[in-house]
């Protein structure tokens, strides 16, 4: 049974940091291409940050210099640091999972990020 579990979320100044973390279970993880995507209320789901098995990294422009992604294969983990982080980064953050040959992904149930003073 796969299971992609994410943490890190919570309340936040503007400003500040927040890490999440999504944990992995029930796949080989260093097959799989990582990343994270977040839905904010009446919006559609946005690709953040992903994270090749390789280690290369990609972002969106939105969060580019803000946010950094990482992966821990010993771990089964992924990471995504976030600094500087603005209201309009208020979202759900949900972790994916893909594996790198066929044609098979996985998420996470999500965790609420909220930026607000």
């Known amino acids: 049974q796969v299971q992609l579990v994410e943490s890190g979320g919570g309340l936040v100044q503007p400003g500040g940091s927040l890490r999440l973390s999504c944990a992995a279970s029930?796949?080989?993880?260093?097959?799989?291409?990582m990343g994270w995507y977040r839905q904010a209320p009446g919006k559609e789901r946005e690709l953040v940050a992903h994270i090749t098995s390789s280690g290369s990294t990609g972002y969106a422009d939105s969060v580019k210099g803000r946010f950094a992604i990482s992966r821990d294969n010993a771990k089964n983990t992924v990471y995504l640091q976030m600094n500087s982080l603005k209201p309009e980064d208020t979202a759900v953050y949900y972790c994916y999972a893909k594996h790198v040959l066929i044609n098979k992904e996985y998420w996470g149930q999500g965790t609420q990020v909220t930026v607000s003073s």
């Open positions: 029930g796949i080989i993880f260093s097959r799989h291409n």
